[in-house]
């Protein structure tokens, strides 16, 4: 099948590739990019374990044509760490607060999180409870998920009051 240029960021880094039009985004990312943090589960849009983080928006990659993220800023789980290894806030805190147990979830309920904090900084449990529904975990029983996105959110917040205040 004919093959389709594509260019995006990934994880802050340039791609370009060459792609079929019938590739989903997350064979595109495990397979041809090795990028294999976001994770397949359902492949119908149910899991969540597939979610990326396409231009701002909660994606499940599962549902997404790599030809779709021609010219957008995705990124995934492993971009979310800094380069010296420093956990994200939220890494951090699904790992203090047991947000995981097998970790299959993880992925793509960290990366929902992460969208779910930039669209509300302050969510009350409710609020994270709707907000990663689209997100499946057969572990955790969603309790320690829920305390460790409150917590990121605490942990981030503080961080943003320390850098105005300096
Ligand atoms: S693998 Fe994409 S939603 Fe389940
Ligand atoms: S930790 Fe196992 S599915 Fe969520």
Do not use: W
């Amino acid at each position: 099948m004919a093959k389709t240029q594509i260019s995006l960021t990934l994880n802050g880094k340039e791609i370009e590739a060459l792609v079929e039009p019938r590739t989903l985004l997350i064979h595109f990312l495990r397979d041809e990019l090795k990028v294999t943090g976001p994770h397949i589960g359902c492949e119908t849009t149910h899991c969540g374990a597939c979610t990326v983080d396409l231009d701002g928006k909660s994606v499940k990659s599962c549902t997404v044509f790599a030809v779709q993220a021609d010219g957008a800023d995705v990124l995934t789980i492993e971009g979310m760490a800094q380069a010296d290894g420093t956990l994200h806030p939220l890494q951090q805190a699904f790992r203090e607060h047991h947000g995981l147990q097998c970790g299959f979830c993880t992925p793509g309920m960290i990366t929902r999180a992460y969208r779910l904090l930039k669209e509300n900084p302050n969510p009350t449990e409710e609020e994270i409870r709707m907000g990663i529904s689209g997100n499946l975990c057969r572990c955790t029983g969603y309790q320690n998920i829920v305390k460790a996105i409150s917590a990121a959110a605490a942990e981030m917040a503080g961080g943003e009051m320390k850098e105005a205040a300096e």
